[in-house]
């Protein structure tokens, strides 16, 4: 059950892979290999052709410690248990039987191999899902391979060193290899026969020949112990991975190194693999990051070539862009603006890391650690006003006073760093100082920068020139947040010292002053209802009407600091965040608390979509963006006050679409609204949509200006044709001519029946018959439910007497007060059609008298003006 009745897990953006090594497989049907990465509970799909995301897997009950792949499937371990799954996407078997958790999977033709903790190995028939062989290992397991022509064998390496060579098929031990006195790392085999690569823990890459148990070559690497080795065996390449992200690429006919990619991932090289056939290498990091590097240079090195990203740092701040809500802004302690798409993965695009010099570190590539970075942007504020003109995203970061400008049309850093004189001089009191805050106007011409000086100036964003400073000489003791107006004529500051202070945005002069209750720790605003959220260090939070500038609500519940706050696009809802690990929604026309979601782990940042489809957080200690559904769209939500103590805590989403929470919210909504059947036999309407009743009275009117303008041409006439009898003698067929002559003879008009509809309602006699008929003409469609009652005269085929029982049957559900609207239309089109008929019969017309008796709409209108009476009476006194 979700904790939370507005919100509902929707997925997580922004998780590429982990520690997980990635494997790849060639698909006959696709002529392409695939590449699989895991992401915690789930793994991707990738194609090498265009690095596009294919497929999310459904969610696993853990993370996934286990990843390889065939031609035909994929299988993942999750604690002790092992999934295979057709497509990424499709679970065809499960393998249950180990007693812990499995660290190594490797498919071996028919077969699937597998070693648990404890050293279980368990060797399983694919297909029929049972255990072929179990064998009880003396060695800890760390890696397995197949060495080529060795049918039935694995080698499987260990921590203290050594090999062992098994047969799967008897389950005995062929040979064992005493090792190299250091822990077996990774195993590839080698494009030689009986060659197989060996790395080891203290960074050393043997070759060594199984057949004779010789080591052929010995590479060594001075970057830590390898984690992976891959072949690209048309140029006689070996890749080796380490923990500090540099691939080596060794020449085996010189038997040195050919080249290095030095910093190729900000991690340790986790997954490491040559394609086939083609000059491409792939890696994989726990860095969050998954590219494809292309063997092109001049000197025969490698170059980036395709890459998918995330944050390897959390994010700290998330906005959305733009009026469609398909971009989100997002800043990482990584240093880095991003941008994720929540339709596609393609649009997600970086645009860089934050540096002091950014051409300088442009030529420096990723050869090194650039000391050039800047600190993690901690806030940003953004327009699309001016997007293809000049920058219109402005960062704030961590502990400078330096703020920069980036472009969101070109997807990169700006040239402006704005700092004012006064911080780049070193003078003595100025040292520390760091911008807290800023705002772009909506115009995107300028943007106002608050310091901890309790300085606040003006800068021109095109020009990156200084245009004013608020304050003589300063505006606060510190400065927390900024605020402008739409129409650039009133700035907000507010500070340490309790005050909310207004200022002329162009004169920079003091036009207004308003205390508070506390300190200010920072701003969200909705420029369209002038409403200016105010996150105060108390954990409360003050709502400012700005062009009042008066205090209109206060909301209290959060027993933490406040992290972020944001509006709902129509500015009904507030939703705040704090470390409390609570994320609530404030009602502000009530003033009330309408819905908390607790989750594990603090929200640090938050946004809402402008369409007001999602809401997207941020949390601590974690890499994505989590989107939420907002389940008032498309479902009925009660947003009664709740009560903090009834809540639970809420998972964060999941990568893909969590298919059980929608699932849930069909079948399982606490707060959904039944109506009840009827209330003291006042008028009920039937529920239905209005189309099945508004539309019946003008169904003629509605048919005629649907009738196409040119009427449809009749077909051209057939040659005339006299059908023949098989027989040796020519002899014409006019049997069946003769025969539907004297069928239409037969057919007499006065013989026509009744509908089905027609025979039940003559033999109604009870209340309960005329409820079942009428609960028949609540299924019917309009035009359906006007051929019926057509049919009820006697010009149609019906008679009096149907007539007439067709308003007993308006009488008796007009006295029970039941699907009101119905009925009156029923009627009206009972009499449009048979109102002359009716007019000249007095016993329909006694049944029509006694119908107008039964007014309720009197009734009820006397109850309106009962209410509107008290209603006005309580106003005037």
């Known amino acids: 059950m979700s904790s939370s009745k507005i919100f509902l897990q929707n997925r997580a953006l922004g998780y590429v892979s982990n520690e997980i090594p990635l494997v790849t497989r060639y698909i006959n049907l696709r002529r392409e290999n695939l590449i699989v990465t895991s992401v915690g509970r789930a793994f991707?799909?990738?194609?090498?052709?265009?690095?596009?995301?294919?497929?999310?897997?459904?969610q696993h009950e853990a993370n996934i410690t286990c990843l390889a792949a065939d031609c035909y499937l994929v299988y993942t371990s999750c604690e002790d248990q092992i999934y295979a799954w057709r497509r990424g996407v499709e679970l065809k078997h499960t393998y249950s039987g180990h007693k812990a958790a499995i660290k190594l999977l490797f498919p071996f033709a028919v077969n699937l191999v597998s070693i648990d903790e404890l050293g279980i190995v368990k060797v399983w028939d694919i297909k029929t899902e049972s255990i072929y062989k179990e064998i009880q290992l003396n060695?800890?397991?760390?890696?397995?391979?197949?060495?080529?022509?060795?049918?039935?064998?694995?080698?499987?390496?260990?921590?203290?060193g050594k090999l062992q060579l098994w047969n799967i098929k008897t389950g005995s031990m062929i040979y064992e290899f005493k090792g190299w006195d250091s822990s077996v790392t990774s195993l590839e085999p080698a494009p030689a026969e009986d060659m197989v690569a060996i790395g080891l823990k203290n960074g050393k890459i043997i070759l060594h020949n199984l057949k004779f148990d010789v080591s052929k070559m010995t590479f060594v690497q001075d970057w830590g112990s390898v984690t992976r080795i891959s072949f690209l065996i048309k140029r006689q390449l070996m890749m080796t991975g380490s923990p500090k992200g540099t691939v080596v690429v060794w020449n085996l006919e010189e038997g040195k190194v050919d080249s290095l990619i030095v910093k190729a991932h900000h991690g340790p090289i986790c997954g490491l693999q040559c394609l086939p056939d083609e000059p491409l290498l792939v890696t994989s990091s726990s860095d969050n990051s998954l590219k494809m590097w292309r063997f092109d240079m001049s000197d025969g090195s490698a170059s980036l070539f395709k890459i998918r990203e995330g944050h390897f740092k959390p994010p700290v701040s998330i906005r959305f862009h733009g009026a469609s809500g398909a971009s989100i802004l997002s800043a990482g302690n990584d240093s880095t603006l991003r941008v994720f798409n929540t339709v596609t993965e393609i649009a997600n695009k970086s645009f860089g890391r934050a540096s002091y010099n950014r051409k300088i570190s442009k030529k420096r590539g990723n050869k090194w650690a650039d000391p050039l970075t800047m600190p993690p942007i901690t806030s940003f504020t953004s327009e699309t006003t001016r997007d293809k003109e000049w920058d219109n995203i402005v960062a704030v970061h961590r502990g400078i006073p330096t703020v920069t400008t980036w472009s969101f049309d070109k997807n990169k850093m700006g040239e402006h760093k704005l700092c004012?004189?006064?911080?780049?001089?070193?003078?003595?009191?100025?040292?520390?100082?760091?911008?807290?805050?800023?705002?772009?106007?909506?115009?995107?011409?300028?943007?106002?920068?608050?310091?901890?000086?309790?300085?606040?100036?003006?800068?021109?964003?095109?020009?990156?020139?200084?245009?004013?400073?608020?304050g003589n000489p300063t505006a606060h003791n510190c400065v927390r947040a900024v605020y402008v107006d739409t129409l650039n004529q009133v700035m907000i500051s507010g500070g340490s010292d309790t005050f909310l202070k207004f200022w002329n945005f162009k004169k920079c002069d003091l036009l207004a002053k308003l205390e508070i209750d506390d300190t200010v720790s920072f701003f969200s605003w909705h420029s369209e209802s002038s409403f200016l959220a105010i996150a105060l260090d108390n954990y409360d939070i003050c709502l400012v009407d700005t062009d009042t500038r008066t205090v209109v609500r206060k909301f209290s519940g959060h027993h933490g600091p406040l992290t972020d706050l944001t509006f709902s696009p129509d500015s009904r809802w507030l939703v705040t965040s704090a470390m409390d690990s609570t994320i609530r929604t404030w009602d502000i026309p009530s003033?009330?608390?309408?819905?908390?979601?607790?989750?594990?782990?603090?929200?640090?940042?938050?946004?809402?979509?402008?369409?007001?489809?999602?809401?997207?957080t941020a949390h601590a200690d974690r890499l994505g963006i989590y989107l939420w559904f907002n389940k008032t769209l498309y479902t009925h939500v009660s947003l009664r006050p709740i009560i903090e103590e009834d809540q639970i805590t809420e998972p964060l989403p999941l990568t893909g679409i969590n298919q059980e929470s929608l699932e849930c919210l069909?079948?399982?909504?606490?707060d959904k609204y039944t109506p009840k059947e009827q209330i003291e036999n006042k008028i009920t309407m039937s529920g239905l949509d209005d189309a099945r009743w508004q539309n019946i009275l003008n169904l003629d009117a509605i048919k005629k200006r649907n009738k196409?303008?040119?009427?449809?041409?009749?077909?051209?006439?057939?040659?005339?044709?006299?059908?023949?009898?098989?027989?040796?003698?020519?002899?014409?067929?006019?049997e069946d001519a003769l025969s539907k002559k004297e069928i239409n003879k037969k057919i007499d008009p006065k013989t026509i029946t009744q509908t089905v509809f027609a025979q039940k309602l003559l033999k109604a006699q009870t209340l309960n018959d005329y409820q079942a008929l009428f609960d028949q003409l609540k299924l019917m469609g309009p035009s359906a439910l006007n051929y019926e009652v057509r049919s009820l005269s006697p010009e149609a085929g019906g008679t009096f007497e149907l007539m007439i029982k067709f308003l007993d049957l308006l009488k008796q559900i007009s006295e029970n007060n039941k699907d009101f609207e119905l009925s009156q239309s029923y009627l009206g089109v009972f009499l449009k059609y048979n109102g002359r008929v009716v007019a000249q019969q007095p016993e329909a017309l006694t049944h029509l008298e006694q119908i107008s008796k039964n007014n309720p709409w009197e009734k009820l209108q006397n109850d309106f003006l009962l209410c509107l009476s008290i209603v006005e009476y309580m106003k005037n006194n």
């Not at 060695?139 to 203290?160: D, F, R």
Request: aromatic share 10%; charged share 15%; glycine share 6%.
């Open 420 to 470: 004012h004189e006064r911080f780049k001089k070193n003078v003595s009191g100025q040292k520390g100082i760091s911008a807290n805050c800023a705002c772009l106007t909506h115009c995107g011409n300028f943007v106002v920068i608050g310091y901890s000086s309790g300085h606040i100036d003006k800068y021109n964003v095109q020009s990156g020139l200084h245009r004013g400073t608020y």
């Open 708 to 734: 196409p303008l040119l009427q449809p041409k009749a077909p051209v006439a057939a040659p005339f044709f006299l059908p023949t009898i098989q027989s040796l003698n020519f002899e014409f067929d006019i």
């Open 666 to 670: 069909t079948v399982e909504n606490e």
């Open 591 to 616: 003033s009330s608390m309408i819905d908390i979601l607790k989750v594990d782990t603090p929200c640090v940042s938050l946004t809402f979509s402008p369409t007001g489809s999602y809401l997207a």
């Open 44 to 58: 991707h799909t990738y194609s090498s052709d265009r690095f596009q995301l294919l497929s999310v897997s459904p």
């Open 139 to 160: 060695i800890t397991a760390t890696t397995i391979c197949h060495p080529p022509t060795y049918t039935n064998k694995v080698l499987i390496g260990s921590a203290e």
